[in-house]
């Protein structure tokens, strides 16, 4: 199966509004201090998150997930009015394994959910050649928490896909909650557009999802539990998104950075004209899906290398090296040197981590 947390190498990175949700509930149950910790340990500067339009990495949001979970003994980190106890996501996993279809699995995967929920329920249903995966609240004054709420639809999404050895097809997603600032985000962690309000979250299965084979067996689940939430976080999809497919010729294409709008649009087998107006139409720019993208990927490599800033810069497709320094200090605030020197953590924590992780 594809590495969703990291879909062609694209250094993905999600809104810290996104995520602000799932802060404040760890903090609630471990204390800032607390969360700070984790933030430091996962390569995640938290002066930086204070900045308007603050972005956190994939891979230090895979880390950050890891660390906290196993810290506070809690699978969803006090997004949820009940602590999910350690082994869960394991006993999950074991209860859908040997279903005789998908559509069992995806049965018993909201019946044990709902044995450790309090104030949702997940309710699976069989409509119209799809499946309904939908999280009800079981009270009407049930908190509202926009990242659990993805997150367990997601966590169905991955399961099903995890099974079926492929980023499963999905037919419908909906969120509960109005449209807010950071939508655009949900469009690297799901395989198609949300829509938001209207009804309890619910995320749609289609029929040909249904009826995909159930590959895994029990061997297999332990590597699963160990990447979590590496396999599924993410999504390997950007059919749904002309943005996303911009973004990944611009990284992964022959000329990288320094491709233009005419080269892009060249390759994507449309006129310049038409690949600017469909990409104002989903509300981005060419130029400014570049420098996200640059963003992203100077992010990444600082809290990873010790190569030569100046070479980064051209790298990325800066004329020069200061020109980079000011684009990185709009973004964070800071340097390229201190961010990388506040992120950096010592190979013996990230060591720590690891070990805790697997056991």
């Not at 069992?104 to 309710?123: E, S």
């Not at 997150?151 to 896909?161: D, N």
């Not at 590597?223 to 599924?232: G, K, S, T, V, Y």
């Not at 899906?289 to 640059?294: E, N, S, T, W």
Request: a positive charge; glycine letters at 8%; aromatic letters at 8%.
């Amino acid at each position: 199966m594809m590495d969703m947390a990291n879909p062609s190498g694209d250094p993905v990175s999600l809104s810290h509004e996104l995520v602000q949700d799932w802060f404040a509930a760890l903090e609630r149950i471990a204390g800032g201090g607390q969360l700070r910790a984790f933030l430091e340990a996962a390569g995640v500067a938290p002066a930086m998150l204070a900045r308007p339009g603050a972005r956190i990495g994939g891979e230090q949001l895979i880390a950050f997930y890891q660390i906290a979970a196993v810290a506070t003994g809690d699978e969803m980190m006090g997004l949820w009015s009940r602590p999910v106890r350690s082994g869960s996501l394991k006993l999950i996993c074991r209860s859908v394994i040997g279903a005789p279809s998908m559509a069992t699995a995806l049965n018993r995967l909201a019946q044990v959910w709902n044995l450790l929920l309090d104030d949702y329920q997940l309710i699976f249903t069989e409509e119209d050649g799809r499946g309904v995966m939908t999280l009800a609240p079981r009270m009407a004054e049930a908190p509202l928490n926009r990242f659990g709420q993805a997150l367990m639809l997601k966590l169905a999404h991955g399961v099903a896909s995890w099974l079926a050895g492929h980023e499963a097809p999905l037919a419908g997603l909906r969120l509960a909650f109005p449209r807010p600032s950071f939508a655009a985000d949900y469009a690297v962690m799901f395989p198609l557009q949300p829509v938001f309000g209207g009804g309890p979250s619910a995320i749609a299965f289609t029929a040909r999802t249904l009826a995909l084979p159930i590959l895994r067996k029990e061997a297999e689940v332990q590597a699963f539990l160990e990447r979590a939430p590496r396999d599924w976080l993410f999504t390997t999809s950007m059919a749904h998104v002309l943005a996303l497919r911009v973004r990944h010729f611009l990284y992964a294409g022959p000329n990288g950075f320094r491709a233009d709008l005419a080269e892009t649009a060249g390759h994507l087998a449309m006129s310049r004209r038409s690949l600017a107006r469909r990409l104002a139409a989903e509300g981005v720019s060419f130029q400014q899906i570049k420098d996200r993208l640059r963003r992203d990927a100077a992010l990444r490599r600082l809290s990873q290398g010790h190569e030569k800033i100046d070479a980064l810069a051209l790298e990325l497709g800066f004329t020069a090296a200061p020109v980079f320094h000011r684009a990185f200090r709009s973004w964070t605030g800071m340097t390229p040197a201190q961010y990388r020197r506040m992120v950096q953590t010592p190979r013996g924590a990230r060591a720590a981590v690891g070990e805790a992780t697997a056991s």
